[in-house]
Nanobody, 127 residues
Framework: QVQLVESGGGLVQAGGSLRLSCAASGGTFRTYAMGWFRQAPGKEHEFVADISWSGGTTYYADSVKGRFTISRDNAKNTVYLQMNSLKPEDTAVYYC????????????????????WGQGTQVTVSS
């Protein structure tokens, strides 16, 4: 079983930055592709970004491309989401997720493709 714990959320003004972290325990983190999703009030889960097991490939939703950067440190069992130029529409609960299939490249946006989820961290962007 894989446990995922997100941190780094908070309140920030529009144009500001935050870095989210997701620490993993259990399983074999270095073999999993990892993703970030978000859910705004009254809306469904939305794919944000994912990263391959090695960090060699990444994939972003159009809404965050050029502003957000996903990265990982396999030695620390942690995946990150650097969020710059934040907008009020980025306000949501952000979740990290692990895909149990080993050695996968980035590019999988379907939430049903992910096997383990964290509890989420709130990001609020004020205008």
């Amino acid at each position: 079983q894989v446990q995922l714990v997100e941190s780094g959320g908070g309140l920030v003004q529009a144009g500001g930055s935050l870095r989210l972290s997701c620490a993993a325990s259990g399983g074999t983190f270095r073999t999993y592709a990892m993703g970030w999703f978000r859910q705004a009030p009254g809306k469904e889960h939305e794919f944000v970004a994912d990263i391959s097991w090695s960090g060699g490939t990444t994939y972003y939703a159009d809404s965050v491309k050029g502003r957000f950067t996903i990265s990982r440190d396999n030695a620390k069992n942690t995946v990150y989401l650097q969020m710059n130029s934040l907008k009020p529409e980025d306000t949501a609960v952000y979740y990290c997720a692990a895909d149990y299939r080993p050695w996968r490249a980035a590019g999988v946006a379907g939430e049903n493709e992910y096997d383990f989820w964290g509890q989420g961290t709130q990001v609020t962007v004020s205008s």
